[in-house]
């Protein structure tokens, strides 16, 4: 109760970059994060995480040795998730993917999880974080977002060379869920 209250406060002060009034349903969490193999994924980041409705889980399947970054905007989210996981590093702005990867000393990052609300931003800002995504993402590696509409679908499949769209009815509101994969050149 206290993350709905948390996410219906947040999506009132923030429309624009709170996506939704509740957090994510454990069954789009688990169809988002279905496809990951965790024994061979070293560098994790997640972005816009909220309140930690899919990092509990990321949390919990990870190795030990896995970096996991956490990039989320929002103050009040950040705290919740700071106390939550305090031996996660967090940080703001998901258009500084490289400086963040470059700050950890890391070549690459092997998985993105997302759950921002790309359909609410401009398209300049949306541009600035997917190249940020695509300049940080191992070859071989996985980019999984959600959105409420097939409105991202075209500039995703345009980025990547494969993206499958699955959807799930158990979410408030239902969700397409984008799994991006970058192709070996």
Known sequence: MADFLAFLRRFIAEPGQVGSVIPSSRFLCENMLSQI???????????????????????????????????ERDQQFRSMLHSRFPDLLIREEATKLREYLEELNLPQVDVIVSGLPFANFPPEQRAAVLDQVQSVLAPDGMFITFQ????????????????????TLFNIPPAFIYTCRNTCK
């Open 37 to 71: 193999n965790w024994s061979t994924t070293d560098v994790i980041f997640e972005l816009g995480p909220g309140t930690g409705a899919f990092t509990q889980t990321i949390y919990q399947n990870i190795r030990p040795d896995t970096k996991y970054l956490l990039v």
């Open 148 to 167: 409420y509409s097939l409105q991202l679908q075209a500039e995703l499949q345009a980025r990547f060379s494969r993206v499958e769209t699955d959807f």
